[in-house]
């Protein structure tokens, strides 16, 4: 097995991130962490979430940024920047926001997190005009660790919608 490396992701990668994203997130929230929600709620989430076309859709757009992390051809895990939506007073469109760092269950503790998490960092500090935003689970002291090492301290909390559901964030900013 070689080292794993990591790249720009195209629309091409559009079907092996909509696999993973949806099951680093039954893996992450739903097995891990057993939040409990409600089928009808959590299956059209999925769907529309991590289908390919919205994958595709998003790697696509100007105003998303991915890189994928793989190993011998397998995707390991993704980070996803891009313009700031995080409900805060003090966020703009013109911030950069790490949307989403998701690492396969079978990939973690290998440092992919932490690789992917520094690109995509770099990427926002080149790419803001003003402070850097992370949402995260209120429930994932790991990821609020990890950002906490990297300089964000928590800034607010928000509601993310799962259909009906809403899981309790927390905002996070840097600078």
């Not at 994203?21 to 991590?50: C, H, K, M, N, S």
């Not at 966020?91 to 926001?97: K, V």
């Not at 906490?148 to 993310?160: N, R, T, V």
Request: hydrophobic share 40%; with cysteine.
């Amino acid at each position: 097995m070689t080292a794993f490396a990591i790249r720009p992701a195209t629309p091409d990668d559009a079907p092996a991130l909509a696999v993973l994203g949806r099951a680093t997130f039954i893996e992450t929230f739903v097995t891990g962490f057993e939040i409990p929600y409600p089928p009808e709620d959590l299956e059209p989430f999925l769907d529309e979430t991590f289908s390919e076309a919205t994958t595709r859709a998003r790697l696509s757009d100007p105003d998303h940024h991915y890189w994928v992390a793989e190993q011998d051809g397998e995707v390991l895990g993704f980070a996803n920047t891009g313009r700031c939506g995080l409900p805060h007073p003090d966020a703009r469109a013109s911030h950069a926001e790490l949307h989403r760092l998701y690492v396969s269950k079978a990939a973690q503790g290998l440092g992919v997190g932490t690789a992917l998490l520094k690109v995509a960092l770099d990427w926002m500090e080149a790419n803001s005009d003003g402070p850097l935003w992370i949402g995260v689970w209120s429930g994932n002291v790991k990821a609020q660790k990890l950002y906490a090492a990297y300089g964000f301290d928590k800034a607010g909390e928000y509601q993310y919608p799962v259909g009906a559901w809403r899981d309790d964030e927390f905002i996070l900013r840097r600078g």
